[in-house]
């Protein structure tokens, strides 16, 4: 018989939902190990490797478990970068126990999935993102670095359609970070740029993970 499939897992723990459209909303967050891309703002280094394997069962009781007490409808896989492990039958069984799955990727690898909600973070320098997400992210969020401007927020509005919000998100809500955000947004608002925003990390601000 084969053995279960397993994924190297950091954590699985409730919070809410900081950053982007879905901000606000209860949700377990299952942070997978791995991401080759080493952003030098990356506030989850810890992802980058290592990891414990879990079977999937495994995972789907840790989820169960914390929905007992903590009844969010909705899970985030994150990471680290989460299509750099096999998350397809992850999302098929969590979506067969009714909860409502998103997951957040740096846009460089795909494949597909029933994921419900895809949330796509370009990162410097280049903001590569596989075309097919151009069709299925529901959010396009940048991290407001100092390398980040006007010309790449025009390139990602037009790889993706005007309805996805591309979000222009202050590095760990640094106030430099925000002043440069607000920055921008003018200039995208002055340029004619649709459906650019401003957008925090609403759990560092009230202090959750
Ligand atoms: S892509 Fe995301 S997880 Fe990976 S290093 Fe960059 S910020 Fe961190």
Redesign the pocket.
Known sequence: MPAPPTLKIIEIFPSIQGEGMRQGEPTVFVRLAG?????S?????Y??EGGREYAVDRILENVHRIRRRFPARWVCLT???PFMQDVRLLVRLLKRDHCRVQVET?GTRYYPTAADWITV?P?PKEYLVRPEFQRLAKEVKL?VTRELDLAVIRRIRAAFQSRIPVLLQPESNRRWSQKQALRLLKQASAANLDNIRFSVQLHKIIGLR
């Open positions: 991401c080759d891309r080493r952003c703002f990356c506030d989850t280094k992802a980058w990471g680290g970068e740096n973070s990162k991290v």
